[in-house]
């Protein structure tokens, strides 16, 4: 085992072997290139390479052609003749067909096992992204996870937040004096845009067991890296669900791993593909965040990949990130294609054999202008180069084989269940309950009392005698430790022992349990 992934020959008549040295594979990488250049295949061998150095990796597979990786491929395959003939021009001499160590995944439970996060997990920022929320309804969301936090309420699936949000809405008042102005218009627009991300299928995406990090980072019995494959295919007609989802997964590996410095080999390796969907009309602050992780997760031991179209899809900021490039042939038809194509061919170290403008604009399928880091972490030469061809099966597998692997997997008899504990939703329901049957017990008791001869005569102002009241100086109740929601409810209860108990009730907890 080498301390280097090959990619493929370069050089005159492509003899000179090109090498992504695995030391340098965490300082991020680009594989860039119009629709039909070789994109996939590019990314297809950089994921058999990791796997067979023992890195795991993660990917998202849009097109459905990377299950593929899972078998070997084929002599009968209508490419065994071409591949072997470009494996002996570049020297690809130890060039054998050979399946690796797959685990798929599945947003939907559809093609792979569930993954899934909780809301809690995601936290307000992020989920605030997904729902395109302005300043202060996202002010709104943060005082729904603040008060959950400090009443103890977990925040697991899509019906906890909707549930916690009627309740922050119908006690607007009392929240505004601890945390500011709770409109109810914001928490109607923020209930609707929930009910459009449901629509979505975000309802699958929250829950539990969540995804726990360590399953992505795992080895098979030889030493290879698992290969983690996203279904992503469905998964697209949601880009906004699609991008954030993949950023909450850079988050939470930064936040999570710990700091190892240079290592000999990353501990994980991300590929992001269709990366412009993450910057699409994506806020500043995103964008900044994006390029925080980037910068920073390197240290964790974690190298990111992002495959877009074009280098001019990714901000500057994070290019810059960006060292190891495979760029396969750009399209020039306009006068803005032209400069996007001058300014990626400006960001590669020049090669006095050939222009590197050129070079972009005239590889074929299959082959790329790439510069990988060097000793020093300094940007290699510019090469054309022949990308050599796959040892897995190119396109994908059949139904079938996925089931079978997937029912072999390990992660089926953890995430195929989902669970349902107690959480907020369950939680307010008790507190809805308990609240009702204390309103019933408070109008009865009320009722039973005005019968009495005294007391209507003390109602009706005919006779006083002291006892309608409470004395002034009575001492208080030891409030001490009382929690922020055992003051809420407390408040909720005296409201509910006048004799508009019932009709309050209804107002505040009809809406929120309705239909469910």
């Known amino acids: 085992m080498t301390n280097d992934i090959f990619i493929g020959g370069g050089g005159p008549d492509y003899a000179t072997q090109q090498f992504l040295s695995l030391g340098y594979a965490n300082r991020h990488g680009l594989i860039a290139g119009a629709t039909g250049t070789g994109k996939t295949v590019t990314l297809q061998i950089l994921a058999e390479g990791f ?28 490419l065994h003749g071409p ?16 399946s690796f160590p797959v685990a798929f995944w599945d947003m939907f439970g559809e093609q792979g096992h569930p993954v899934r996060t909780t809301v809690s997990e995601m936290g307000p920022l992020l989920l605030g992204q ?3 929320l302005s300043e202060a309804q996202e002010g709104i969301l943060n005082i729904a ?6 009443d103890g309420m977990p925040l697991l699936d899509l019906k906890d937040l909707q549930a916690l949000l009627v309740w922050v809405g119908e006690n607007a008042s009392t929240l505004a004096l601890r945390y500011g102005n709770v409109s ?13 991300l449901e629509n979505q299928g975000a309802a699958d995406l929250f829950g539990e067991p969540a995804l726990e990090l360590s399953d992505l980072m795992r080895t098979d019995s030889d030493g290879r890296g698992f290969i983690n494959i996203l279904a992503a295919d469905k998964l697209m007609s949601s880009p906004k669900l699609y991008a954030t989802f993949l950023l909450w997964l850079l988050s939470e590996l930064f936040e999570e ?15 992001f593909d269709e990366a412009h969907l993450l910057f699409d009309d994506a806020p500043k602050a995103l964008v900044d965040k994006v390029e925080q992780v980037a910068r920073l997760i390197r240290s964790k031991g974690v190298g990111v990949y992002f495959i877009t179209q074009n280098p001019a899809d990714v901000p500057e900021d994070i ?6 490039r495979i760029q396969h042939a750009l399209r020039a038809f306009t006068a803005k294609d032209r400069k996007e194509l001058r300014m990626a061919a400006q960001t590669y170290r020049e090669n006095p054999r050939f222009d590197t403008e050129e070079a972009i604009r005239e590889v074929g399928v299959g082959e790329a202008v790439t510069s990988m880091l060097q000793k020093k972490g300094v940007p290699g030469i510019v090469e054309r180069t022949l990308i050599r061809p796959p040892s897995s099966q190119l396109g994908p597998i059949d139904d079938a084989t996925r089931a079978a692997l997937m029912a072999q997997s390990a992660m089926a008899t953890k995430y195929n269940t989902r669970l349902d504990r107690e959480s907020a939703f369950e939680m307010l329901a008790k507190r809805a309950d308990d609240a009702a049957k204390a309103a019933a017990a408070a109008e009865a008791e009320a009722e039973a009392e005005e019968a009495t001869p005294t007391l209507r005569e003390f109602n009706a102002a005919r006779r006083y005698a002291g006892k309608g009241v409470d004395r002034s100086t009575s001492k208080p109740a030891d409030k001490k430790g009382e929690s922020f929601g055992g003051a809420i409810a407390n408040v909720v209860i005296k409201e509910l022992k006048g004799t508009t108990g019932r009709r309050i009730v209804r107002g505040i907890l009809g809406g929120l349990f309705k239909g469910r």
């Open 51 to 78: 796997s067979a150095q023992g890195v795991p990796v993660f990917l998202s597979d849009v097109k459905g052609d990377l299950s593929g990786l899972a078998s070997a491929g084929s002599e009968t395959h209508k």
């Open 83 to 98: 591949f072997t003939e470009r494996a002996k021009k570049i020297g690809f001499d130890d060039f054998a067909y050979a």
């Open 130 to 132: 997904l729902l395109g």
């Open 145 to 150: 996870f603040r008060v959950a936090d400090e």
């Open 184 to 196: 109810a218009a914001s928490v109607g627009t923020i209930q609707r845009r929930l009910l459009v």
């Open 257 to 271: 791993l710990p700091e190892v410095g240079d290592p000999d080999k990353p501990k994980l390796v991300f590929f």
């Open 319 to 324: 290019l810059g990130q960006l060292g190891n």
